[in-house]
């Protein structure tokens, strides 16, 4: 039997975008050139050791960490001796990007997780010295093919694309979850996540607008798969558009939505499960879970 790709069966399923984003408060991506592994901090020419930290002291903060790379060809281009870093704060209406470069990606044991978990732009820049803040969002698409080969024939074709119109704002980045909703990307420093993207460009173009685009919207990954829920809810029946128009806060039993120009609602999230699909190329099917919002005042 002809088993489909992930993408495939995920979409034969039906399976629903919104609340897939991963939770991650802040995300630190650093460019390393050449192949990737499934487990690429300690799968490519990156130290296996500083990549083990990196990832340690990433987890230990609620902070997303990734590996980078500009789209085209990456047989083994050789290790650049600056390599791009990007650090970025999601939390809405305060959001930030660090751009920069270190010589050794060791530096990046020097950050001050904890600041930039809370947000603290100053003393996170301090930790890093070397890092400037950047006025223009970055998109990054989700190519890593030994991981998941969905995410390479989908995404590569995405970033090559949105690259050629805007170099300096796209990367191939190595894991985003959800493979089989490839092709999969990040918009830095929102931390928005997008699924089944066809067009990364107008993503980005949005996002420069300050606007978010709801089509293959999978969420803000400042916050829980049910915060997610409840955002996208008030976004579309309330037509709110403006990236960072609106919080998400957890009341007793609803999630809170607040807009910057004082409404708020009250969003009961439920979840149930139907329907299988695997959640990457050759694992085994699982439930698909399945959430319901409604704004109970």
């Known amino acids: 039997m002809i088993v489909p790709p992930c993408s495939d069966a995920s979409l034969a399923a039906d399976e629903p975008l919104i609340g897939s984003a991963p939770d991650a408060i802040a995300w630190v991506c650093l460019e390393q050139n050449g192949p990737w592994g499934a487990k690429a901090f300690t799968d490519s020419h990156l130290d296996a050791e500083v990549g083990r930290s990196i990832e340690a ?25 600056h390599r791009a870093v990007l650090i970025a704060y999601t939390y809405p209406g305060r959001t930030w990007l660090l751009t920069g470069t270190v ?13 930039l978990a809370a947000g603290d732009l100053e003393t996170t ?16 698409v989700c190519t890593n093919g030994t991981r998941d080969t969905c995410c390479a024939r989908l995404g590569r074709p995405i970033a090559l694309t949105a690259a050629g119109i805007d170099p300096e704002h796209v990367w191939e980045v190595t894991h ?35 606007q978010l685009t709801l089509e293959g919207y999978r969420g803000r990954s400042s916050y829980s798969p049910g915060a997610q829920v409840a955002e996208d809810h008030v976004r579309r029946t309330e037509g709110v558009l403006g990236l960072d ?3 998400v806060v957890p009341e007793v039993d609803a999630w809170r939505v607040r807009h910057r120009d004082g409404r708020s609602w009250w969003v009961a999230v439920s979840s149930a499960e139907s329907g299988e699909r695997p959640e990457s190329c050759g694992k085994e099917s699982k439930p698909v879970k399945r959430f319901e919002a409604r704004i109970v005042r």
């Open 57 to 81: 002291a990433a987890a230990e903060h609620g902070v997303r960490p990734s590996l980078v790379r500009r789209p085209g060809r990456h047989a083994d281009p050789g290790t650049a001796e």
């Open 103 to 115: 010589t050794d990606p060791a530096a990046l044991l020097d950050l001050d997780w904890a600041a």
């Open 125 to 140: 820049r301090a930790s890093l010295p070397g890092l400037s803040v950047a006025p223009d969002p970055v998109l990054l």
């Open 176 to 210: 985003t979850s959800g493979h089989r909703l490839a092709a999969t990307t990040v918009l830095l420093p929102s931390g928005v996540l997008h699924g089944r993207v066809l067009n990364g460009t107008g993503l980005l173009t949005a996002a420069r607008r300050g």
């Open 245 to 247: 128009d609106l919080e």
